[in-house]
């Protein structure tokens, strides 16, 4: 991994008005510790700090700072920004050994095509995208990469599915999962819109049957009832 040389300024006021100043003036205020050193506040030029954290390294660069003419290995153990214009507040520089492991986090990149997910109108979840790693500062990669191309639906790729650099372990649960191939949930809601539709037709055809059953089976119309003798049954002669 490649270093990189920062120059920092030792002596700084503390406080959040001289903080401020600082900023206006293009500069970053800090602390440097580590080692068992008490905690040295330090402002660092903004530019050059700025390209510090923008290589393939990303915030585990390993960065030479030059305190006082003397040259300290570190990295960036936090970074401040602002809310909402994002620019960086304050830094914390923590000071290292090349030959003692640390722990850092380092990014989860997933690699290849999961055509075979694709097909079955699937999509790859990414779960976990940063994983704490334990190494000395040299062996500190810039990423993982895990191939995600022979996934299948219902696949998971976990932390122990992970090839670590050699001289990088890790303690995160081996089952921990990385990646989830499942169907969509643009899948699952269309699905369950055809299921409700068909079990909609399904009663309405079942309706209809029922009404026209109904329809056939009801009383056919009653004849006419016959009629009696048309005369009244009385003699209409008169005794002579």
Do not use: C
């Amino acid at each position: 991994m490649a270093e990189i040389t920062l120059n920092v300024e030792t002596g700084r006021p503390v406080g959040s008005r001289p903080s401020k100043r600082l900023r206006a003036a293009g500069k970053v205020p800090g602390v440097v510790y580590g080692h068992a050193s008490e905690p040295t506040p330090v402002a660092v030029d903004w530019k050059p700090l700025r390209q510090a954290l923008t290589t393939e390294a990303g915030t585990n660069a390993l960065i030479n700072l030059v305190i006082d003419g003397k040259r300290q290995l570190s990295i960036v153990k936090e970074l401040q920004r602002h809310p909402i214009q994002q620019t960086i507040h304050h830094v914390d520089f923590l000071l290292i050994s090349r030959d003692e492991a640390i722990t850092v986090d380092v990014p989860v990149l997933l690699t290849g095509d999961a055509e075979a997910v694709t097909r079955e109108d699937g999509m790859v979840d990414h779960v976990l995208f940063d994983l704490a790693i334990t190494a000395k500062p040299a062996d500190i990669p810039n990423e993982l990469t895990v191939d995600i191309s022979e996934m299948t639906l219902g696949d998971t790729l976990r932390v122990g599915d992970l090839r670590l650099p050699a001289g990088v372990t890790t303690d995160v649960d081996p089952e921990e999962a990385i990646a989830i191939a499942q169907i969509t949930r643009a899948t699952i809601e269309a699905d369950e819109i055809a299921e409700a539709d068909a079990e909609l037709a399904a009663e309405q055809a079942e309706e209809g049957a029922e009404a026209a059953t109904e329809g056939e089976g009801g009383r056919e119309p009653s004849a006419e009832a016959d009629s009696g003798d048309g005369g009244d049954g009385s003699d209409g002669g008169s005794d002579s």
